[in-house]
């Protein structure tokens, strides 16, 4: 596979997991990559909330907040692999400064390392 081809990969992806973090959360600094865990609105009509309904909205958050991390790492994993292709040094290790093994690369294209050097 060729970088252009990696490059639309990660595009793809990149599409993907930013639309599922609209899902849970909101951008709050574009420049890093940083996002939040939406809080669920709560039944404002309601002047005491009801235990249940504040119970279910805190489990909601947990879970929103789970979800959030999670897609926060690959957004940020799919970001610096794009700037390295940008920079002209995708594919290759971080820590020996070989070629990066195409079936690794395949499996995830964002990948920093090569097999000797997997975390």
Not at 105 to 115: G, Q, V
């Amino acid at each position: 596979m060729e970088i252009e081809q990696y490059k639309l990969k990660l595009q793809e992806e990149f599409e993907e997991v930013t639309k599922e973090l609209e899902t849970v959360g909101r951008l709050t600094n574009a420049q890093t990559g940083d996002w939040e865990a939406k809080e669920t609105e709560m039944d404002e009509a309601t002047p005491m909330q009801d235990p249940n309904e504040s119970a279910d909205a805190q489990e909601e958050y947990g879970i929103n907040r789970g979800i959030n991390d999670e897609l926060e790492v690959r957004y940020r994993e799919i970001r610096a692999a794009l700037k390295r292709i940008d920079e002209g040094i995708f594919g290759i290790c971080e820590e020996c400064g070989e070629e990066i093994e195409p079936d690794r690369l395949e499996a995830n294209p964002a990948a920093r390392t090569c097999k000797a050097h997997m975390e």
